[in-house]
């Protein structure tokens, strides 16, 4: 990036920046006077003489609910680089949310170890000269420690390798080709499945099971998922399916209240999956949801029937509903590298999985296991998780995640 790139670059963040800071003054003010209203309110009904003078107790809390907005952090770098990243895709400087800058700097930051493993060292090797076969070979190495996969190397390698032989390309030139090469495999399987976002489809029961081994965040992401579409505006309800682990029900109804969802469940001991979905199934009828998000039991699936049981979760979807849209979406733990990759595999074996959620990409090095999974595993990413929060998870944008991925500073 040339100096007046870079300056204009500021100049257009500084000028998001500003406006976000006015619309947030505008918004705290505007709640301030609401506030001060419900307390004039209070007041007037304290005054009034009761027979019990007791407050209800409604008038005194906010509700528990509410997600609070973000607050917008300091004007810094990380602040200029999401600007940038989203006016890159079109975003015009009105169109910015905290949200957005929030997200995308927690995900550059997420990834920061898996690209301290590879870009940092790159670009020290690479300075400013152009690429040579030997950078390649260290390039090769580096993606293969960030478990980017040999399959996907070997793709990424050959393309610079093939670019190299018709031209010179410099350092910056030869990390813009990288990114476009990276993206490509990433992007492969998103464009194969004929959808580029997966959101629930309207006017349809759309049921989502998320399925994974112990432990890789699946009820996590489902609460956050439960966030995000509840917010989004489609009717949602969780099925509580992962009948096996004690307190899995107590986790799910916490996250049902925070997103304010409701939870079907079944407490006795042992319960059926498939019986807990029936019953979910007839309450989504009945209230016309648009989003059933299903948690399954993580146990392994080499070790006992969980594939049965998912086909059987299936079989009543399909018996009960024929026209829902099922997803069954993998969710795979960023930070285990390839072991991950492994469960992936023989997951996508046997249990006909249509896409995969990635999590805890926060503070792993490992990050690049996700082009591992579109190029060997041949499935779409359709979420990111980098946080525990209920903010914390994203609609997969390949665009933004080569970037943070990438990003030099
Ligand atoms: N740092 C971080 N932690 C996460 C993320 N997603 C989930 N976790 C944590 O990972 C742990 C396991 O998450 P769960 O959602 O219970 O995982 P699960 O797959 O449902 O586990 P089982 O039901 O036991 O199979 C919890 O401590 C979560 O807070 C993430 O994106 N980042
Ligand atoms: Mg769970």
Sequence with gaps: MSNTDSDNSREWAAQAYALLKKRQEEQKQELQKKEEQKQELQKKEEQKPTLNDIPSKENLYVSSNTIAESELGKFDDNFTWSAMVLA?????????????????????RGLEETRKGFVTELLDKLGDDPL???????LETLLIRADVGIDSTDKVISALRKKLNEEVLGGEAGIKFLKKELKLIIDK?????????????????????LVGVNGVGKTTTLGKLAYLSSRSNYKTLIA??????????????????????????????????????????NSAKKRNVDLLLVDTAGRLQTKNNLMDEL??????????????????????????????????????????????????????????VSLAVSEEVN????????GEGIKDLRPFNSYEFVEALLADK
């Design 88 to 108: 890159a895709q079109g975003k015009q400087i009105n169109e910015i949310s905290i949200d957005e800058i929030d997200w995308l700097t927690k995900l550059r």
């Design 132 to 138: 040579t076969p030997e950078s390649l070979d260290d």
């Design 189 to 209: 399987p998103i464009k194969n499945s004929g959808t580029d976002l997966l959101v629930p489809q309207r006017g349809k029961l759309n049921v989502w099971l």
């Design 240 to 281: 509580a399916a992962d009948t096996f682990r004690a307190a899995a029900v107590e986790q799910l109804q916490v996250w049902g209240e925070r997103s304010n969802v409701d939870v079907i469940c079944n407490q006795s001991k042992n319960a059926d999956p498939a019986a807990v979905v029936f019953d979910a199934i």
């Design 311 to 368: 086909a059987k979760i299936k079989k009543i979807i399909d018996k009960k509903v024929p026209d829902a849209i099922i997803e069954s979406l993998l969710v795979l733990d960023a930070s285990q590298g390839q072991n991950g990759l492994k469960q992936a595999k023989s997951f996508a074996k046997s249990a006909n999985l249509s896409g995969a959620i990635i999590t805890k990409l926060d503070g792993t090095s490992r990050g690049g």
């Design 379 to 386: 499935l779409p990413i359709r979420f990111i998780g980098a």
